[in-house]
C-alpha cells in the first residue's frame, strides 16, 4: 500500500486555538461502561494511547459533574479527588504520544434511573422532575468544579456536553422545555442556563480550553426542536461572545424520503456564524470527512464507531487500508479488553 502523494484532506494539519494539530480526524466522546464505580480504570490508559496521535486531538467519554449527574452505569465522573487521581495517568497516556485530550462535561438531566443514582433503586428510569430555579446555580457550580477537576488533572480542556438530550439539551429545545420561568418560552430564555454555563467555565479555566457539543437537529430522548437552524445559529453568536474554542456539532444525518437517503438540512449556516474551530460529527466516513474539509463545511470530523474499531484510524485512511468492522454488541460492556482494547492494528493484520 503506497502512501497517497498529495495528503488527503483529513491529514492536514489545523491550528485550533493555541493547539497544534497535524490531522483533523478527531476522537468523538464515546461512552463505554467500564469505569466501575464511576472511576476509571487502568483498562481506559490502553484505550485511550492505542488511539493517540503526535497532534491528534481526542475527546474523552462523557464524564459526570456530581452523583446526581449520573445516568448509566460504570461511566467516570470527575467530582472526587479519586476520580481526578483516577483520570491522571489516562491523560499522561495521551499526552506522552503527542495528543491534545479534552474531557466531555456531562449531566443527564431526567435520562437517569434510580439504580444509578446513590440511595435510590432499581434500573427502571426515574420519572422526571422539574429542576427548581434555585437549584440550578448549583448545577453550574458543578460544571465549573468539574472544569477545574479536569485541568488538575492534566486535561487540556473540556467540552461541555448540551446535544443527545441530555440535561442542557432538555432546556435548549422547545418540543420538551415547558418552562414558565426565566428558563423557558423563548429561544434567550431556553439557552439561559447552558450559557450560565459557558460563562462559569470559561472563567473557571479559560475560553482558550472550552468548547461545546450540541445537536440543534437530533430529537435524542424526545428532545426536539421546531426551529433547529434559528437554535443553531443562536447559540452559535451566543457562544461567539465568550470566544470558546470549538463547537462540535452532530450532523443533520440522512432522511429516507421515498426509499433514498437525503438530507434535507445543513451544518454551514451554524459553521458560518461561529467564529473558532468547527467540528462536524455524525456517521462520517473517509469520503464525506475529506469532502466536509475540503468544502469548507468543518474544519475537523469527529469520528466514533469507526475509532472505535480502528485504534489507527488516521494511519488507514492515510494509506487508503481496509477497516476493522466494529461489533455493536461489545459497544457498552464491562469487559476491559473485549470490544475495547482488542480491536487489531494494520501492523497486527500485516504481520500474522
Not at 500500500?1 to 486555538?17: D, E, F, Q, V
Not at 493517540?52 to 486531538?57: E, L, R
Not at 491522571?88 to 485530550?101: S, Y
Not at 457539543?213 to 428532545?223: C, G, H, K, V
Request: proline letters at 7%; a negative charge; one cysteine or more.
Amino acid at each position: 500500500m503506497a502512501l497517497n502523494s498529495t495528503p488527503i484532506p483529513l491529514l492536514t494539519p489545523h491550528k485550533m486555538g493555541n493547539f497544534n494539530l497535524s490531522h483533523r480526524v478527531v476522537l468523538a466522546p464515546l461512552t463505554r461502561n467500564r469505569s466501575y464505580n464511576n472511576i476509571p480504570q487502568p483498562h481506559a490508559i490502553l484505550y485511550y494511547s492505542q488511539r493517540s496521535t503526535n497532534g491528534g486531538f481526542l475527546i474523552a467519554e462523557a464524564t459526570g459533574v456530581s452523583t446526581t449527574a449520573q445516568g448509566y452505569p460504570d461511566t467516570p465522573g470527575i467530582w472526587t479527588k479519586e476520580q481526578v487521581e483516577a483520570w491522571k495517568p489516562v491523560v499522561e497516556a495521551v499526552h506522552d504520544k503527542g495528543g491534545i485530550f479534552f474531557c466531555q462535561l456531562w449531566h443527564v438531566g431526567r435520562v437517569s434511573s434510580y439504580g444509578v443514582t446513590p440511595g435510590l433503586d432499581g434500573m427502571d428510569w426515574s420519572p422526571p422532575r422539574r429542576l427548581r430555579t434555585d437549584e440550578i446555580p448549583d448545577i453550574v457550580n458543578d460544571f465549573r468544579l468539574a472544569a477545574r477537576n479536569a485541568i488538575e488533572a492534566g486535561f487540556d480542556g473540556v467540552e461541555i456536553h448540551g446535544a443527545n438530550g441530555y440535561l442542557l439539551d432538555q432546556f435548549i429545545k422547545d418540543q420538551v422545555n415547558d418552562r414558565i420561568d426565566k428558563y423557558g418560552g423563548s429561544l434567550e430564555n431556553r439557552c439561559r442556563f447552558p450559557l450560565e454555563i459557558v460563562k462559569a467555565v470559561v472563567n473557571e479555566i479559560g475560553a482558550d480550553k472550552v468548547g461545546m457539543r450540541l445537536s440543534p437537529y437530533a430529537s435524542y430522548m424526545e428532545a426536539s426542536e421546531s426551529d433547529p437552524e434559528a437554535l443553531g445559529i443562536y447559540m452559535a453568536n451566543a457562544v461567539n461572545k465568550f470566544g470558546i474554542l470549538y463547537l462540535h456539532v452532530i450532523e443533520p444525518r440522512m432522511i429516507k424520503i421515498n426509499d433514498k437517503y437525503e438530507t434535507p438540512h445543513s451544518l454551514l449556516p451554524m459553521r458560518n456564524a461561529f467564529k473558532g474551530t468547527f467540528i462536524a460529527a455524525g456517521g462520517y466516513n473517509v469520503d464525506d470527512g475529506n469532502k466536509a474539509i475540503a468544502d469548507n463545511y468543518s474544519d475537523l470530523v469527529a469520528f466514533g464507531r469507526l475509532f472505535l474499531a480502528n485504534p489507527d484510524l488516521p494511519r488507514r485512511f492515510q494509506l487508503n487500508a481496509p477497516l476493522n468492522k466494529y461489533n455493536r454488541d461489545t459497544f457498552y460492556i464491562p469487559d476491559p479488553v473485549l470490544g475495547y482494547t482488542d480491536y487489531p492494528f494494520l501492523e497486527d493484520i500485516n504481520s500474522s
